[in-house]
């Protein structure tokens, strides 16, 4: 079993930055670990997914060049980086994990079988 939690989501201009922070209880080890985000009406979409060494990431296009995606183990904590925000990035944030994925962590939903309660992020213009 594993719990996440996440943290560090606030209100802030377009072209502020943000840090979220997903803290993991539980068995971590060989998971990937991924960023998702929900905004109101519209599906979750994969932001960010990252291998258990942290070498292998992937973004959405959306974010790339923006978002940073990195874990600790030795903290059991996943974080989001987000610079330069956007109205369009408003949404809550979910960290999401799962073992037995491939080394190229996916960024489709259904793959993820732990689920924190979010946090929300909103970026006013």
């Known amino acids: 079993q594993m719990q996440l939690m996440e943290s560090g989501g606030d209100s802030v201009h377009a072209g502020g930055s943000l840090r979220l922070s997903c803290a993991a209880f539980?068995?971590?080890?060989?998971?990937?670990m991924a960023w998702f985000r929900q905004a109101p009406g519209k599906e979750r979409e994969g932001v960010a997914a990252i291998g258990n060494t942290g070498g292998a990431t992937s973004y959405a296009d959306s974010v790339k060049g923006r978002f940073t995606i990195s874990r600790d183990n030795a903290k059991n904590t996943l974080y989001l980086q987000m610079d330069n925000l956007k109205p369009e990035d408003t949404a809550m944030y979910y960290c999401?994990?799962?073992?037995?994925?491939?080394?190229?962590?996916?960024?489709?939903?259904?793959?993820?079988?732990?689920w924190g309660q979010g946090t929300q992020v909103t970026v006013s213009s």
């Open positions: 539980g068995y971590t080890y060989d998971s990937c």
């Open positions: 999401a994990a799962n073992f037995g994925l491939p080394p190229k962590c996916p960024t489709e939903a259904p793959r993820y079988r732990y």
